[in-house]
């Protein structure tokens, strides 16, 4: 089922923070924002999210599993990788998946260590992860591969294609050549 996004606006008082905004979604379909800074793309994310009201405007089709990589990596310093997305998804996830998971993000060194230990692209990783395993239709994503250099962020980037098949996929980035590489529709604000 499409997700139709019509007229979104947010504002905060006197400042408009996403200028009316309309775009269709269609299912199992990777679309990629990209915009200047400050021109509401982490805005429409927590509308759409529902950790915020529009202003006006409407979003339908929008199905009740959604799942989501901030900008912040929201994860718990004192515990480790494992812990952290584990603390997430409850009994979503195996111990054995979360690992092969970690494992895969090239974090198997890792696993046990305090996450306030492990570098930010390290970090990075885990909160994706997080995303990546928890049962959902739409996976929202503000900048996920920021922070990666160059190899790691394929590596990750592939591993986003292969777990979000078939599933939409709506990503805020300032790179071209990610949106080119993920195969996405280009939606500029």
Do not use: W
Request: charge should be neutral; glycine fraction near 8%; aromatic fraction near 4%.
């Amino acid at each position: 089922m499409a997700i139709v996004i019509q007229n979104f606006t947010k504002s905060y008082g006197d400042k408009l923070a996403l200028p009316p905004f309309s775009c269709t979604l269609e299912a199992g379909e990777i679309v990629c924002l990209l915009g200047q800074s400050g021109c509401g793309k982490t805005t429409l994310l927590r509308l759409l999210l529902g950790l915020e009201a529009p202003t006006g405007g409407t979003a339908s089709g929008l199905p009740d599993r959604i799942s989501a990589v901030f900008q912040e990596d929201r994860l718990c310093p004192a515990f480790s990788a494992v812990t952290n997305v584990s603390l997430a998804l409850g009994r979503q996830a195996s111990r054995a998946e979360i690992v092969a998971l970690l494992t895969e993000l090239g974090l198997g060194d890792a696993l046990t260590k305090p996450v306030r230990e492990l570098s930010g692209g390290m970090q990075r990783r885990v909160a994706i992860a997080r995303s990546l395993l928890c049962p959902a239709d739409l996976y929202l994503m503000d900048e996920p591969f920021k922070g990666l250099d160059e190899d790691t962020r394929k590596v990750v980037m592939d591993t986003v294609l292969t777990r979000t098949r078939g599933k939409t996929l709506l990503l805020v980035t300032h790179d071209p050549e990610e949106a080119a590489y993920l195969g996405s529709r280009v939606v500029r604000m």
